[in-house]
């Protein structure tokens, strides 16, 4: 039985700079269940950084959440020794106080997540400055300190465990992520482990707390490929014995087709289309998907999990968006006069299965 764990209703973030208003997501919604994994995917600067950190209250500034709410279904901690069965309760993420306790709890602790590096983000409007901020603001591994007491730090601001219960928990957690040698590696710093242990450090400080959700943004990009399909295996079998959701963002296709159980596309801002991963990956609707499933090399071609290559056209500048469909000026089936004039609204085109686009409206009708 699904059981939401977020809904994403209307999502609004929008970034005022000296040019104008970016509106990064633009009336975003999603539902993740408990215990299942979402795939988002979609071109450089389509807003899924954006949306992963406003689930957490943590947009970057100048951004600012607009409109919309973030619900999280809260289930209380079992508490056998009152007898009282578990409640859940129902708290919009973004109208907590970013820097109040309730959020605290909530990031890092209940919501793991492991950002994308921001250089190899590829959206082209970050300036350096940017760029700098973002990599001081987030969750780094400090160098001056032993990445074990880093894990230990993180546990026991979550979970009621002594020091060295922390200890052992980071030890048992750098073993799961495959680094060798866990009781001596625990005493470390992280300029004595390679890039890819540190992701691997990173991605247990993420998995410490036991999660019910991971946010997980491009979490292999930097990783070598026999690495990364260990990492992936951590996270599915964390998933299954814990019942953790999981929001994958990622441009790799072969990566999130083996992750996922269902797909969103985003498209500036916006979900243009989202299904089971067969039926996304079988039978796309939206040009858009069918444009980024096309770019990428045929299975047997080239090496499967290519990152998206380039569709035709260029994304529109986000000072100057397109009327209508803002898909539209790149759209292959293009239709003059209605595409360019009306917005599309969300439409079911299948068994779970929905996209925006005029030509399932025309159907429907
Ligand atoms: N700190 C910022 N300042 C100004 N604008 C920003 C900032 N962060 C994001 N944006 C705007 O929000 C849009 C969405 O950015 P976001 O980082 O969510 O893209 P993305 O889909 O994660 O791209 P990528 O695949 O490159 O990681 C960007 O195109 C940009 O216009
Ligand atoms: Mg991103």
């Known amino acids: 039985m699904s059981e939401p764990l977020i809904e994403i209703k209307d999502l609004r973030v929008e970034f005022n700079v000296r040019e104008g208003i970016v509106k990064a997501v633009d009336g975003f919604n999603l539902t993740i269940n408990r215990g299942e994994t979402v795939g988002v995917i979609g071109e450089s600067g389509c807003g899924k950084s954006v949306t992963a950190r406003a689930i957490l209250n943590m947009v970057p500034k100048p951004g600012k959440v607009t409109s919309g709410e973030i619900l999280y279904y809260r289930r209380s901690k079992e508490n056998p020794s009152d007898g009282q069965s578990r409640?859940?309760?129902v708290l919009d993420l973004t109208k907590l106080d970013p820097d109040g306790e309730t959020i605290r709890q909530v990031r890092g602790g209940e919501i793991g997540?492991?950002?994308?590096?921001?250089?190899?983000?590829?959206?082209?409007?970050?300036?350096?400055?940017?760029?700098?901020?973002?990599a001081v603001s987030l969750h780094r591994l400090s160098p001056v300190k032993r990445v074990g007491a880093q894990i230990t730090e993180t546990i026991q601001t979550h979970r009621r465990v002594t020091k060295a219960e922390g200890r052992q928990i980071a030890i048992e957690m750098l073993r799961k992520v495959g680094i060798p040698k866990p009781n001596e590696r625990v005493d470390s710093y992280p300029?004595?482990?390679?890039?890819?242990?540190?992701?691997?450090?990173m991605i247990a400080i993420a998995l410490s707390c036991?999660?019910?959700?991971?946010?997980?943004?491009?979490?292999?990009?930097?990783?070598?490929?026999?690495?990364e399909a260990q990492i992936l295996d951590i996270m599915r079998e964390l998933q299954e014995s814990s019942d953790m959701a999981?929001?994958?963002?990622?441009?790799?296709?072969?990566?999130?087709?083996n992750m996922a159980h269902e797909i969103v596309v985003m498209y500036m801002?916006?979900?243009?289309?989202?299904?089971?991963?067969?039926?996304?990956f079988y039978q796309p609707q939206h040009p858009y998907t069918r444009s980024l499933l096309q770019s990428i090399p045929k299975l047997g071609q080239k090496k499967s999990g290519e990152r998206l290559a380039s569709i035709a056209g260029s994304v529109p500048d986000p000072f100057h968006l397109p009327p209508g469909c803002v898909f539209h000026p790149r759209c292959p089936?293009?239709?003059?006069?209605r595409c360019d004039t009306i917005t599309p609204?969300?439409?079911?085109?299948?068994?779970?299965?929905?996209a925006s686009c005029l030509l399932y409206e025309e159907a429907g009708k």
């Open 210 to 227: 036991e999660p019910v959700m991971l946010i997980a943004d491009e979490p292999t990009t930097a990783l070598d490929v026999s690495i």
């Open 113 to 134: 997540m492991i950002f994308q590096e921001p250089m190899s983000s590829l959206t082209p409007v970050y300036s350096v400055g940017t760029l700098i901020n973002e």
């Open 246 to 257: 999981i929001l994958f963002i990622t441009h790799n296709l072969g990566v999130v087709a």
């Open 333 to 337: 089936a293009f239709m003059p006069g």
């Open 191 to 201: 300029h004595q482990l390679s890039g890819g242990q540190r992701q691997r450090v």
């Open 269 to 280: 801002g916006k979900a243009v289309e989202r299904a089971k991963v067969q039926d996304l």
């Open 87 to 89: 409640t859940t309760d």
């Open 345 to 354: 609204q969300w439409t079911q085109v299948g068994d779970d299965h929905w």
